[in-house]
């Protein structure tokens, strides 16, 4: 991948997509090969889960925890992903996983990161989350890796796409409509 692009990794169910994220972000070691991230990235992570940590927290605790931020401006970009007035104190237990993925990635977008590697990120997400999902990675300025099952999503955020299958990645230039037929036509 080169710096800026906005790359989709596809294909069935059970064929490595969440383990090779995984790969990428060191949470687990190849078995052989090596994994090699530039020295300049800097990459944050949005697991299938979302935000995860101290079940008592508040949101405003959560964030700040990750974003050095003084209470006002937390408050303000927390509204940017709709936590809105007292949301702001709701315990994170008390969190939908859609709610739980618009945290985690406000974070993201309000630390030094200059990559995301998302893993499913439009799981669980309401309509309204959708729309600031997908307004948060046209505004990113990064590069963008994401796995998902959403062709719309994929359609509107992502080109090339990977198809991986069999153990191997296949590259495909154009959105994931694009890649689909390329890869019937092979």
């Known amino acids: 991948m080169k710096f800026g692009e906005r790359v989709a990794v596809v294909g069935k169910n059970g064929a490595g997509k969440s383990t090779l994220l995984r790969l990428l972000t060191g949470e687990i070691a190849p078995d052989r090969g090596e994994v090699y991230i530039g020295p300049s990235v800097q990459a944050g992570y949005l697991s299938q889960q979302g935000w995860e940590g101290d ?6 605790e ?9 209470a006002g401006t937390a408050r303000q970009i927390l509204d940017r992903f709709l936590f809105y007035g007292h ?9 939908s996983g859609g709610e739980r993925m618009r945290l985690r990635l406000a974070q993201l977008m309000h630390r030094d990161v200059n990559a ?3 893993d499913e990120p439009t ?8 729309e600031v999902l997908e307004e948060a990675l046209r505004d990113f300025r990064g590069t963008i890796l994401a796995v998902s099952h959403d062709r719309y999503f994929l359609n509107q955020l992502f080109a090339p796409v990977y198809w991986l299958e069999n153990g191997t990645l296949t590259r495909y230039e154009g959105n994931y409509d694009e890649a689909r037929r390329k890869r019937a036509e092979r």
């Open 55 to 60: 079940p008592d927290m508040t949101v405003l």
């Open 62 to 70: 959560a964030f700040r925890e990750e974003v050095p931020a003084d």
């Open 87 to 95: 949301s702001v104190f709701r315990k994170m237990r008390d969190l």
């Open 116 to 118: 995301l590697i998302l």
């Open 123 to 130: 799981n669980h997400l309401d309509i309204d989350s959708r």
